[in-house]
């Protein structure tokens, strides 16, 4: 039996639940969505440095409850995650989704800074319609933002990722909100590309977060 692994972005594993109750009743296959070690309050290893030093963290947590047949499913830094974990080979993991994934630099089509926006302009960016967004519990730079960071750097990406994408050998699906402005469509497809056995969707009237905007079309999209 299929089992799906989730990986959330930024915006912590709440970003994540609803999707995953939607594919766990659709498909009635064990979903697992585990929160990043340092996001949710959670201690965060010091060997953990990095996003490819987090990918082997999952890969030995699959090892260790011997599981099989898993596709890794992640939004944003989750698709990132993701990407890294494909690289990593696990004989474990047979397919992974890339949904608005980050990481890589794309010419001509650089991942927004957001860094000095404000919530209404981060939502505007992030959302096909930001009436939608739900409202933060509390103002300012969220801890699992900082946590984000830690992984990724300033620039959350990886200069030397596009290149080694060419060795990922499973089944990839890139899956990617239309109205997205903080990576793009152009992004998505510059992302796609680099994968050898990649497939690229476009889904409509969403932006950055589509299990959270359009949880019901990324499903039907995903099976």
Known sequence: MTTYLLLHGGGGVATMKTFADLLADRTGAQVLLPTHPGFGGTPRPAELTGVRELA???????????????????????????????????????????????????????????????????????????????????????????ALIGYTGPSMTDPGLAARLGDVRIPVRVLWGESDRIVT???????????????????????????????????????
Do not use: C
Request: glycine share 8%.
């Open 56 to 146: 082997r963290h999952y890969v030995t947590m699959l090892d260790e409850q011997d599981l099989t047949d898993v596709t890794v499913i992640g939004n944003s830094f989750g698709g990132w995650l993701t990407a890294e974990i494909a690289l990593a080979a696990s004989p474990r993991v047979t397919a992974a989704v890339i949904v608005n994934g980050i990481g890589v630099e794309v010419e001509g089509h650089p991942m927004t800074d957001i860094s000095g926006f404000t919530l209404a302009e981060i939502q505007a960016h992030s959302w096909h319609d930001p009436s939608k967004a739900p409202t933060p519990a509390a103002p300012g730079p969220s801890p699992d933002v900082l």
């Open 185 to 223: 469509p152009e992004y998505g497809k510059a992302y796609a590309a680099a994968i050898p056995a990649a497939t690229f969707t476009l889904l409509p009237r969403t932006g950055h977060l589509p299990q959270l905007e359009t949880p019901r079309q990324l499903l039907d999209a995903l099976l």
